[in-house]
């Protein structure tokens, strides 16, 4: 009878042990669903604050960037990964996060107007490259990065100047708006328009956020994705030639000149462009030998130019031609598979191709200016080369010759 009891016992404490542990069980994995289940929220709360402080964050960029009439692009970008905006003329077209296929276009008009939106391209030209392939205005294969389209559109200039620049010659261009480019109409209804062709800075990347604003405040600076250098004067004139050809088709003269350049203005116009003109180029001209020394930035190879002496060219610090034969020159330029890298040279070779002399004119200045003859030089000249002066300095000299 005492066996049966403990038996019963110890049965009845196996069955309550079991249960003990089963309900602990149990309470264990309750307890690891619910502490799941807040880790969880925790987890979606802390996103949902994360989202939130990047919205206000955008906002108050967006909101600041409005009130003090600036685009801080790069931090938009980074809140919003797409953004598209359309506003007051100004449009932003992102496709991609990661920078790849990135083209921004800014219109000084009103959006309502139906002309081309000015081009800005403002990131590296390589990336440029796999975007677009505009060679409306440039030899194949360069890319537009700056592009004022609407410059010609109300009125065609009677004279365009296109101004040789480099990138970071801010100040320079400055000046010149200020100084000699500053009078836009002369007698007969003639007027002008002075253009900065600028290449790439070899020691940035892509176009940088003042020459931007430059640009989008005075629309006369066009650039496309070649190397900014001496052996490159070829191709950056073509280009402005290009844009001349494609935006302002019915352009009466051209001048090419450079960014430490006076150009007197009133001579130009009243003494060598009183009247339109065909077939016709000025400049201080002459012919010399071709440069076989690889270590001069002046070589060109027999590969580009065979024979012992070039033809009559004319200094690139300053010649102005007829809208025909700025045309032609870019026409002729397209047939070439290697182009001799001295804009002036490269200019004379394609003329006397095209049957066409220049005209050696003494007005243009190609020596040093002499400060102590300001007058004698400026009152008859058509450009003076500052030559590492301070073109302001230079310019003020020049005042007291009128």
Known sequence: MEIKRQSKNIGSYGIREMFNKTKSLSLLRHNR????????????????????????ATVIVYVTSRLFNRRPLHVLVRFTGHHNEISDGFSVLIENDNFQGFQKQISIKDKSQSQAKDQIFPL??????????????????????????????S???????????????????EVIRKTWCKRKL??????????FMVGQDEETQGTPYDVIEEFKKN?????????????????????????VRTHCPKIKYVMKTEDDIIVN??????TYLKHEVKKYLIGRCWSDAPNRNTKSRFFVSEEMFYGDMYPMYCSGTGYIMSGDIARRIYDASLAEQNLIPLDDVMTGVLLQRMGVSPANVPGFLVGRFDE??????????????????????VWNLTRKCT
């Open 33 to 56: 669903q619910m502490n799941h289940v807040r880790y969880t929220s925790l987890r979606r709360g802390r996103r949902s604050f994360m989202t939130l402080i990047v919205v206000v």
């Open 124 to 153: 590296n030209p390589k990336i440029i490259t796999s975007i677009t392939n505009d060679v409306t205005g440039g030899r194949q294969g360069n890319k537009w990065m700056l592009n004022p389209v609407n410059k010609c559109t």
């Open 155 to 173: 009125v065609t200039p009677y004279l365009l100047i296109l101004i040789a620049s480099k990138e970071s010659n801010i100040e320079a261009r």
């Open 186 to 195: 002369f007698s007969n209804n003639r007027n002008i328009q002075c253009i």
């Open 219 to 243: 629309r006369d600076i066009i650039k496309q994705n070649i190397p900014d250098n001496f052996r490159n004067s070829s191709r950056k004139l073509l280009m402005g030639l290009g844009w």
């Open 265 to 270: 203005i009133d001579v130009t116009m009243n």
């Open 372 to 393: 102590s003859n300001t007058c004698l030089n400026f009152n008859e000249a058509v450009t003076i080369h500052a030559h590492g002066l301070d073109l302001r300095r």
